[in-house]
């Protein structure tokens, strides 16, 4: 439970373009569980204190509005940004996507992620549509989604950005990153890969610790759901993907996408949905090289 000594660090989440996929997997933590998170301290002596949270929060209109414009004016650099959600560019951007409004006008997620991602301490892109563009930057795109990273990028925005790529992400992806940079800092270059994520939790391909590639490497390949075998002819995007499913598994420990008998569709790459599409065709060779690469 916190206590008058603990630190409270403030959190604002931003929703985008999003299914709110993210949120309630995150919601559905089990160790620890989110009310856990969001009541007792995280790590010894610090408490994520949720300012704003569109799906989450009981309060609605100009009050949770101000108050996370507060907390970006009165807490610059000490809080953290989380974005769920690929941002819309197409037009002026708010026609696609506003949060809140000033003086009766909509603000555009674009001048929400700017603003607050400048004087953020630090900046979670939550879910592979905030962290790449994914299903939201899909073709045809009318939009203009695209990811934090590169909104970033072309406004010249600076604060440190980590990626939690998913589709949904993996709840302890996200605890487990809140956890570590309130107990050891930001991840340095060192702790991430070429694509912002955690080595932790991204550092290997799903190919290199999947139970059923012992029958890849024998060449045992399943032609129909649900029989036993690799499932390379059927789609399987496992080694073009990295993540650490195969041995975190999901939903509390009870199964995940290979073990239930699905390829894995790739749902933690850049350029996913689109490059890792038709999800339920054999990967090719010519293919390879380009997933990933967005
Ligand atoms: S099922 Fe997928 S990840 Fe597992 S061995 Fe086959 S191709 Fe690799
Ligand atoms: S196994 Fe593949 S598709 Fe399934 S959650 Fe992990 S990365 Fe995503």
């Not at 660090?9 to 160790?31: D, E, F, H, K, R």
């Not at 610090?46 to 989450?56: D, E, G, K, Q």
């Not at 290199?208 to 649900?226: H, I």
């Not at 598994?249 to 290979?258: A, D, E, F, Q």
């Amino acid at each position: 439970m916190a206590t008058a000594k603990t630190v409270e660090i403030p959190v604002i989440w931003l929703q985008c373009a999003t299914c709110t996929g993210c949120s309630v997997s995150v919601l559905n933590s089990v160790s620890p569980t989110i009310k856990n998170v969001l009541v007792d301290e995280v790590i010894p002596g610090r408490h994520i204190n949720l300012r704003f949270h569109a799906t989450v929060m009981a309060g609605a209109g100009d009050a949770v509005i101000e108050e996370m414009e507060s907390t970006a004016q009165n807490e610059k650099g000490k809080y953290i940004l989380v974005v769920e959600g690929a941002i819309p560019t197409s037009g002026t951007g708010k026609e696609y996507g506003s949060i809140g409004e000033h003086n009766e006008e909509p603000v555009s997620m674009i001048d929400r992620v700017e603003s607050l991602g400048r004087d953020a301490l630090a900046v979670i892109a939550l879910g592979t549509c905030a962290a790449f563009g994914g299903i939201a930057a899909g073709e045809p795109n009318p939009s203009g989604c695209i990811g934090v990273g590169e909104l970033f990028r072309r406004l010249n925005v600076t604060t440190p950005l980590v990626n939690i790529p998913g589709c949904a992400p993996h709840p302890d992806w996200f605890v487990g990153m809140v956890a570590s940079v309130l107990l050891a800092g930001l991840p340095g270059p060192e702790d991430v890969d070429e694509h912002g994520r955690p080595k932790a939790f991204y550092g290997n391909l799903i190919h290199e610790n999947c139970p059923r590639r012992a029958y890849f490497d024998e060449g045992k390949f399943a032609k129909a759901f649900s029989e036993p075998g690799c499932l390379n002819e059927l789609g399987c995007k496992g080694p073009v993907t990295s993540a650490d499913c195969p041995t975190r598994h999901w939903n509390n420990g009870v199964n995940w996408c290979i073990g239930s008998g699905s390829p894995c569709i790739g749902c933690v790459e850049p350029g996913f949905p689109d490059q890792l599409a038709p999800f339920y065709q054999k990967l090719t060779e010519e293919a390879l090289p380009n997933i990933g690469s967005k």
